[in-house]
């Protein structure tokens, strides 16, 4: 595809006309998935077009929705895109507290709600924002009480005659994104229509999807991962996207849809990871050496090194016995997944793709539309984020890092963006938009990333951690947690991970228990545990096997980035107990805070032990 795209209206009229017949969205109902095709979608986005030019939406305005992947959302999307307006999306498992702060924050006019109980949080919202005018419901009905000023989607659109067109300029913001706020409180990202142009346009030349390709859709749309590449990258190039019931059924959609691209975050490759190494694990001896020597020979043909005879019978035989079965749980079809919004872990990414499905790893953030660097088919390096995407170009700044190698003798420092991908800034904060700007280079404007990481000689770049995340120990050696923790979640015991050693003489960790994995283990072990969790936790049995899995799984680490002790716990970092981002992003502070007496008894216990030693 040759196609350029200048405005997010550009791609809505182009795919209308290109793939008219084909499926775009399909929704299980009822037992069965019902697909929308293009032309009914552009039809539907006619209609809203109309209905938010009745309820005054036009050229620079914003418009917020609170609601998970849906056809609507996409509908409601271009139909802002196509009056000129900013779609400004937060998320269903969002606090109240945020959803009002971002609806006051971005001055919105219009808000669109996912469901009745939504709405009725939100309603107090037309009183109490003074920009608010009017909002829309998704699904249910409208009472009596709820004024004049809510509306049901459906009527809307149904009621709707015509509209009026307001062609966007490439300068004209498209979306207004807000951040996790893992540190702090969320900043709204401004992207305007060239700046995610820029990213599909980027797609098309280096991701090898078309018309004939299919994604099950589970990353939000609200997160701008989902939105930019699966939402608009498969959008733009005719392919249909199947949206999964919720994240607890993934595994029996992909077996419906029968995707053959996959677009996800690491954190569902590991739990994938996870389930199949726990089969292995059950399986006998020679079983396991043979896929052991299977996904060897897969990494020497990946990295072009020889393959000898028997390394390639061993493929071969993984094939048919292990590796087809595994990709059978994807659908069966699944030929690539794309994986992104935070670094995927060596072992895991060469898993995936030693088992025929080849992974490709990206890199960006919000700030960046996201994509700046992908790994794409004929330049591709596990492990690594991959080359700079068409039209972009990293830099690594080692003032931040003061000096600081990796072992290979590459620079390590802060990963700087220059490209058409880089946002217009953060609305409303002109000081923390200049802190994060540099000057223009390239013919691009810069952006400071806060990631940490380093290019080899062949362009690819890897990342090591966030700046503001990594510390000092007491004895000044810099530590980052970040790829600690993720080869600690490999364990099939571990759901959530935290390493922690600011300013400490070394580090501790806080592990969160699969408590079904252990309860498993000690059934088939014979090993005797407590019914409760609070106690289950602190069984020494319990404790010994999680040291083993903590020694083994960090073993390829330095000496003094060890973790010499470790509590676990019974609950999971999650976004209703507020200790997860809605996008799955640990925030670190509120964890920390919610355990810092646990973590203070770690380095007790340690002071203790060093005196009855003495």
């Known amino acids: 595809m040759t196609a350029k795209f200048d405005t997010m209206v550009d791609v809505f009229d182009h795919s209308r006309k290109r793939f008219a017949d084909r499926p ?30 009745g309820l005054g939406a036009g050229k620079g305005d914003n418009v917020c929705i609170i609601a998970d992947n849906r056809p609507e959302w996409a509908i409601s999307a271009y139909g802002c ?7 400004v999306p937060m998320y269903e498992a969002q606090s109240e507290k945020e959803w009002e702060y971002i609806v006051k924050e971005s001055e919105a006019k219009i808000l669109i709600v996912a469901n009745r109980k939504i709405l009725d949080r939100c309603l107090r919202f037309l009183t109490d924002v003074p920009t608010l005018k009017e909002i829309l419901l998704l699904d249910g009905d409208k009472k009596d009480s709820d004024g004049e000023h809510v509306h049901v989607f459906r009527d809307l659109k ?56 299919s994604s099950l859709s589970f990353l939000p749309w609200a997160h701008s991962f989902g939105q930019t590449v699966e939402l608009h990258g498969m959008y733009s190039a005719g392919a249909s996207m199947g949206i999964a019931e919720s994240i607890t059924k993934i595994v029996e959609n992909l077996a419906e849809v029968k995707p053959t691209v996959l677009f996800s975050v690491p954190r569902i490759f590991n739990k994938i990871y996870q389930a199949v190494q726990k089969q292995l694990s059950e399986k006998p001896g020679v079983i396991r050496a043979l896929v052991k020597t299977a996904l060897e020979a897969a990494e020497n043909a990946r990295e072009g090194r020889p393959v000898s005879f028997v390394q390639g019978i061993a493929l071969s ?60 088919k004929g330049h591709s390096r596990v492990g690594s984020i991959g080359r700079p995407i068409p039209g972009v170009t990293i830099e690594i700044d080692t003032k931040a890092t003061e000096g600081k190698k990796t072992q290979d003798g590459y ?6 963006v220059y490209g058409p991908n880089v946002m217009q800034g953060y609305f409303k904060r002109p000081e923390e938009t200049a802190a994060v700007f540099l000057p223009e280079k390239h013919g691009q404007r810069g952006f400071r990333t806060g ?69 498993a283990w000690a059934e088939k072990t014979g090993v005797s545990l407590p019914k409760e969790v609070e106690d289950l936790v602190k069984a020494e049995p319990v404790r010994k096997r999680l040291q083993e899995e903590v020694q083994a799984h960090s073993g390829q680490f330095k000496g003094f980035e060890a973790i010499r002790d470790f509590a676990l716990i019974g609950e999971d970092f999650t976004v209703e107990n507020g200790l997860l981002t809605p996008s799955q992003k640990v925030k670190r502070r509120a964890v920390v805070d919610r355990y810092q007496k646990l973590i203070d008894q770690l380095y007790k216990r340690a002071t203790s032990s060093s005196s009855a030693h003495a």
């Open 24 to 53: 775009l969205f399909g929704t299980k109902r009822g037992g069965t998935w019902v697909w929308m095709t293009y032309s009914e979608f552009g039809n539907e986005v006619d209609r809203i077009v109309g209905a938010f030019h």
């Open 81 to 87: 895109f196509r009056v000129g307006s900013a779609i």
């Open 158 to 213: 149904a009621g709707s005659n015509g509209h009026t067109e307001t062609r966007p300029t490439p300068s004209d913001i498209a979306t207004l994104i807000y951040t996790s706020g893992t540190t702090g409180t969320p900043k709204g990202v401004l992207l305007s229509h060239s700046n995610l142009c820029s990213n599909v346009n980027a797609i098309h030349e280096i991701l090898p999807f078309n018309e004939n390709d």
């Open 317 to 376: 035989l993984a094939q048919k016995l292990v590796f087809e079965k595994v990709r059978a749980r994807f659908g069966g079809k699944l030929q690539y997944a794309f994986s992104g919004g935070a670094a995927i872990s060596r072992e895991v990414a060469g898993f995936i793709d030693g088992i025929g499905i080849t992974v490709y790893q990206g890199y960006g953030l919000t700030e960046t539309s996201p994509i700046a660097t992908a790994n794409f």
């Open 411 to 416: 620079e390590e420092g802060e990963i700087v």
């Open 451 to 519: 990631d940490m990481g380093y290019t080899d000689k062949d362009g690819f770049s890897f990342i090591t951690g966030r700046i503001k995340e990594q510390y000092k120990l007491e004895n000044g050696k810099y530590v980052v947690p970040t790829p600690l923790e993720e080869a600690i979640k490999l364990s099939p015991f571990v759901l959530n991970t935290l390493v922690y050693g600011d300013n400490r003489p070394h580090n501790v960790a806080l592990i969160v228990l699969s408590v079904d994995a252990v309860r």
